[in-house]
Every structure is written in C-alpha cells, then in structure tokens.
C-alpha cells in the first residue's frame, strides 16, 4: 500500500538554526500539505502546495517557513530560524486533489529546538 | 476561533460495546468530514468520511453521521475492540480541490478488556 515517508523521524536542533524536513508523497497524488501538533494540542494546518506552488498557507506559515518540491518526489518544509516555539510533530499529508478524498498522512517528524 | 469541535477529551468504552464520539463545527461552508484515528507518535490514519450530500457513511465496524442543520457529525463503532484504543480527530474540508483539513482537538478512546 502507498505511504507518505517523512524523514528524519526526530531533529533536535538549536535555537535559531536552519532545519530541512523532508517528504516523499504518495507518487500519483497532486496536492501536498504540511501539518503541525504542538504537544497537547490539535492538528494544525501550514500550507498547502499545487502545481509547483503554494495554494494556500496559514497565519503561522510565516517568513521564517519555506517549501519546495525540488524534484518530482521529494517535498520539504524549511524552516529557516527556529524558535522555541516551533517543537512540535510536523506531518507532511498528500491527496488526489480531486475533490472529496482523503489526506494521507507520513508518521510526522518530531522537531525539539533548544 | 475553533471551527471544529470535540467537546469529549476522552471516553472510556467497555469491549464490545458501542463508542460513539461526537463532533461539532461552526463553518457552514465546510462540506467534507472525515475521522481519523491516531496512535502516539505517528501519523494520523484515515478512518472514515461523509460529504455533506450524505447523511451517513458505514464502513465495516465505523459508521459515520451527519446532522447538517445541527452542525454535528458523528463516529459509530461497533463492536468496539481493545485495537480500538487512539486519539480520534474528526477533521473537515471547505474547499472543492484544496482540500486543507481543519482537525478538532481530538477524543482519547480506552476500550476496557
């Protein structure tokens, strides 16, 4: 069966240091998501990613978040000075994107910034 | 502002009985429900959906409802089984393509052997 594969499964990292995750989306889908959950808290929407571009993002999608689709597998979300703030599981989703279908999921990776 | 909601952090259901969790939302553009179940440290996993043309949606064991003019969705399980045991999120979709899911703070479910 198709999986989304995120890697690493854990970064630990510091304060103000670059970090890359990185997914590899199921190969047939077309839109590709990132997600977050801080510990404790529900699954947060980042940004959205179609036809080589962002489709759409969130409030926390700020300056310091970046995406790219480097080649036709890979999908990545840089984040270019952490902070704190940004521990959290990041999972990166993939759809059909056509219409009504569900999202799979990766396993996430945990981000610890210290 | 929480556009979707689950007011039960957790519910505690004996073996072979029933689980029903519950899911309100407040936006009535959205028009794609979907449950996903959750183990610690990994991805969610989809469980079950219903588009807003439908009233309810069973797949083996999960069964899904909808109450549009209530703003209330539903997830049936039966028989409820010790494997059962995840955080359970019930998520929807407002867009036609987008398709970016906004997720409720989820309900712990503890089947009881």
């Known amino acids: 069966e198709p999986e989304v594969t995120q890697t690493p499964s854990h970064q630990v990292t510091q304060m103000g240091q670059e970090v890359i995750l990185r997914c590899v989306p199921i190969s047939n889908h077309l839109y590709f998501y990132w997600y977050r959950q801080i510990l404790g808290q529900k699954v947060e929407f980042l940004v959205s990613f179609y036809n080589n571009e962002i489709s759409e993002k969130s409030e926390i999608f700020d300056d310091q978040f970046s995406v790219e689709r480097p080649d036709g597998s890979n999908f990545t979300l840089k984040i270019r000075s952490t902070k704190l703030e940004d521990s959290a599981m990041y999972f990166c989703a993939s759809t059909r994107g056509q219409g009504l279908t569900e999202a799979f999921f990766g396993q996430g990776t945990r981000l610890t910034v210290v | 502002d929480q556009q979707v909601k689950q007011n039960s952090p957790s519910l505690s259901v004996q073996e072979g009985r029933i689980s029903i969790l519950n899911c309100d939302y407040t936006?009535?553009?959205?028009?794609?429900f979907l449950w996903y179940k959750k183990y610690p440290a990994e991805g969610p996993t989809f469980l079950i959906s219903?588009?807003?043309?439908?009233d309810k949606n069973e797949d083996g064991r999960f069964t899904v409802f909808l109450n549009k003019s209530a703003k209330h969705l539903s997830l049936h399980i039966v028989p409820s089984q010790p494997g059962d045991s995840a955080v359970y999120f019930c998520?929807?979709?407002?867009?036609?393509?987008?398709?970016?899911?906004?997720f409720g703070t989820g309900t712990r479910l503890t089947i009881i052997p």
């Open positions: 936006n009535s553009m959205f028009d794609y």
């Open positions: 998520a929807a979709s407002a867009e036609f393509g987008n398709e970016k899911l906004t």
């Open positions: 219903i588009s807003s043309i439908k």
